[in-house]
């Protein structure tokens, strides 16, 4: 199967410090959409974009994408303890498609 | 509360053995998934089911199987067929056909005896 990629694979900084996650995908998409993971628990939703959108936000969370260069990055701002976790992107080739395509995750931590 | 429950949280195989992982969602979602999880890898897609007494083969469906055969329910077996089965397990729900949000269970933890 072909899963995206995310970058950078774990990444450590302050609390207060803004975290930047990337991830590419390899096809056409319909949305893409980023997810939070705890350890050791279920994923949870976190924000959608549709791809003829380019920007969205969601409370501390902005992301991006860039059909063209088939990428799409999430900023957490102010970060917190409580966003220790691992983030994945997960895209959507086609309306409608019940097959996913998950990238590898990037784990989170803030230090406080 | 909704929500999708999964059971049990770990589970142990032993050789030669199938085991089954429950999952049961009161969203009244038509679609349900089966993932599988192994360290530092994203989720890989095992069954979908899109509608009661449907389902498709994902990306790793060999050495597992399912039914669906009322709305709320999803159960996996996991076959002696499946060599490598020590991984994380996660059942998922959406509308159908899905407009994008996945609604996860907490997992199942399945190891080999």
């Known amino acids: 199967s072909q899963q995206g990629e995310e970058d950078p694979q774990a990444l450590s900084i302050q609390e207060g410090e803004n975290a930047t996650m990337n991830c590419s995908y390899k096809?056409?998409?319909?949305?893409l959409q980023w997810y939070r993971q705890n350890s050791g628990r279920g994923l949870v939703h976190l924000i959608l974009i549709r791809s003829n959108e380019r920007e969205k936000h969601s409370g501390r969370l902005r992301v991006t994408l860039d059909t063209s260069k088939k990428s799409s990055s999430l900023l957490i701002t102010a970060s917190r303890a409580a966003d220790t976790a691992s983030y994945f992107c997960?895209?959507?080739?086609?309306?409608?498609?019940?097959?996913?395509?998950f990238g590898t995750g990037t784990r989170l931590k803030v230090l406080a | 509360d909704g929500g999708i429950t999964q059971s049990p949280k770990y589970l142990f195989r032993k050789e030669g053995q199938n085991v089954t992982l429950s999952c049961e969602q009161n969203l009244n979602h038509d679609a349900m998934y089966w993932y599988r999880q192994d360290p530092g890898q994203g989720l890989r897609l095992i069954y979908y089911?899109?509608?009661?007494?449907?389902?498709q083969k994902g990306d790793i469906a060999e050495g597992y199987s399912v039914s669906r055969e009322k709305k709320e329910s999803f159960p996996l077996t996991v076959t002696s067929a499946q060599k490598n089965p020590t991984a994380f397990y996660l059942c998922?729900?959406?509308?159908?056909?899905?407009?994008?949000?996945?609604?996860f269970g907490s997992g199942t933890q399945l190891s080999v005896l």
């Open positions: 997960a895209t959507a080739s086609t309306s409608g498609t019940y097959k996913y395509i």
């Open positions: 998922a729900s959406s509308i159908s056909p899905p407009t994008g949000k996945l609604f």
């Open positions: 089911s899109q509608i009661v007494n449907d389902f």
């Open positions: 096809t056409s998409i319909n949305n």
